[in-house]
């Protein structure tokens, strides 16, 4: 089951940065699969080349160098997160970060990139389904502490015990009393586990997308074979509830957000910026020896925004449009 995971993984990766391209590719194997499989692998590609159309060609390159360009700009800063890595079991911290937001932002894509190159056996992602009937009987928040970090490791939860203020909400899946109780508790629960002589690092991102760009991603999702198994119940309506969704954004912030533990907002459209400026975030988040001093840790702010400031452009569409559009 893994393996399989980790080829869905891959083959999303691979065909992310070119979609247009990928497409062309598929077509033109088809007009020569009868014989594509019998002849050798560089003919292969000289056959393919031949079928292309010069425009196909150039829009194919241009892809591949971008992929390239956009992989190695992120090598310099995958290195950076193995020295913090190193550090955080080198003084004995823990480390979680949280990736929220709204379906097909991009979440499980950074995650990958985060934690490629990282060492496995200092680090999990912890992605829980819908809890048990006896979940359901404890306390919210317990199931995930049960998955914190020993010490020296990072746990990145992909979906994490904010989907009691998100999608459980919308969905009917909570009442509103319990809702509104985890609200009120939430902040001073993430306080008991934080305050322990600054031993655990507690880092917030929330992955917002526009609408539009969430719109294409769910048809690419219906269309493609290898993404299908990533449409859920939630997916399907997204759209619909798309205010909704905006409303419990809003509620999110102006209760959690606070200084001793801010959500970042990240701006996820643009698929490679998202996870570049996240790799940023991260690293800024810890202090270790041996940082790259010419590498840019500089957030972009058009893509890394802090959750007091979302608060402050939320408002200024409220007034304007009566709903926010982010």
């Keep these: 089951m893994k393996t399989l995971e980790a080829e869905k993984a891959k083959s999303e990766d691979s065909e992310d940065r070119m979609p247009g391209s990928t497409a062309q590719i598929r077509e033109v194997i088809k007009k020569v699969e009868s014989e594509f499989t019998a002849i050798a692998p560089n003919k292969r590609f000289r056959k393919v080349m031949k079928v292309l159309s010069r425009k196909d060609r150039k829009d194919i390159f241009q892809a591949v160098l971008e992929k390239f360009h956009n992989a190695e700009e ?8 193995i020295k913090m890595q190193r550090h955080l079991e080198r003084v004995g911290k823990k480390m979680v970060i949280l990736f929220d937001g709204r379906d097909a932002s991009g979440k499980g894509g950074t995650i990958r990139r985060v934690t490629r190159y990282m060492n496995e056996k200092r680090y999990r992602v912890v992605a829980l389904g819908k809890p048990s009937e006896q979940q359901k009987t404890e306390l919210h928040i317990k199931r995930y502490i049960e998955h914190f970090p020993r010490a020296g490791e990072i746990v990145l939860f992909d979906r994490s015990w904010y989907n009691r203020a998100l999608v459980e909400p919308v969905m009917g899946f909570c009442t509103q009393k319990q809702y509104k109780r985890f609200l009120k508790k939430v902040v001073s629960y993430e306080q008991n586990f934080i305050e322990d002589g600054g031993r655990t690092l507690l880092l917030k991102l929330y992955f917002s997308v526009s609408k539009e760009e ?26 619909a509830l798309w205010d909704e969704f ?8 102006k209760k959690t957000h606070i200084k001793k533990s801010p959500w970042y907002v990240i701006r996820s459209d643009d698929k490679h910026l998202a996870r570049r400026e996240t790799m940023k975030v991260i690293l800024n988040r810890v202090r270790y020896r041996g940082r790259n001093r010419k590498l840019d840790f500089i957030l972009d702010p058009d893509i890394v925004i802090p959750g007091d400031r979302e608060l402050i452009i939320m408002k200024k569409q409220l007034q304007k449009y009566g709903k926010s559009l982010v």
């Design 246 to 253: 905006t409303e419990k954004k809003f509620m999110l912030l």
């Design 74 to 81: 992120l090598k310099p800063y995958q290195a950076e997160l």
């Design 214 to 239: 969430q719109s294409r991603r769910f048809e690419r999702r219906k269309n493609d074979p290898l993404r299908q198994w990533k449409l859920s119940e939630v997916d399907l309506q997204a759209q």
